[in-house]
């Protein structure tokens, strides 16, 4: 008997596991980062909406750590290993990171998703994760989707085409 697929949905400052035929989906990728890490071979992925680059800055303590990407991929790789992906195998696939609106000053407090590329980007490095593809940057809103089975992320963005990576 053949399991029906289902479109699992990551919010904003979430994440989220699937194996096929299940295939996982977020939306408002605006400055915000989708960071899909995959075991192609055991056919398992994860996705985390990255909303900020650095949870250092948060004055709370029991704070929301898929919010960030300093605390969010590490507890994605720690599900991935979980549910059966080797630690070896792991890839990365990125989308999103816009700069959404258009400001004169230069701040890097302005440039959230420029920050947020680079600090998913040193994250996966750290833990020696490649990046097999990504979509980021730009100035508009992506919506994003994952099969595990095909091992493509989809990427819609606003008035273009969609495109898999």
């Known amino acids: ?93 990125l989308a999103g990171g816009a700069q959404m609106f258009q400001f004169t000053s230069s701040s890097d407090s302005i440039r959230i998703g420029a920050r947020n590329i680079e600090a998913v980007r040193n994250q996966l490095n750290e833990f020696h994760i490649p990046i097999v593809s990504s979509d980021v940057g730009g100035n508009v809103g992506r919506t994003i989707e994952f099969d595990p089975i095909t091992c493509q992320l989809k990427v819609r963005k606003i008035n273009q085409e969609e495109i898999y990576i």
């Open 1 to 93: 008997m053949c399991k029906d697929k289902t479109v699992v949905k990551v919010g904003i400052a979430d994440l989220k596991i699937v194996t096929p035929p299940d295939v996982i989906r977020t939306s408002g990728l605006g400055s915000c980062v989708g960071v899909v890490i995959y075991d192609s071979i055991k056919k398992v992925a994860g996705l985390a909406h990255v909303l900020l680059p650095d949870s250092k800055s948060t004055k709370q303590e029991n704070f929301n750590r898929h919010k960030y990407a300093d605390t969010a991929v590490s507890i994605l790789i720690n599900e991935l290993l979980v549910n059966g992906g080797r630690r070896f195998a792991l890839k990365a696939k």
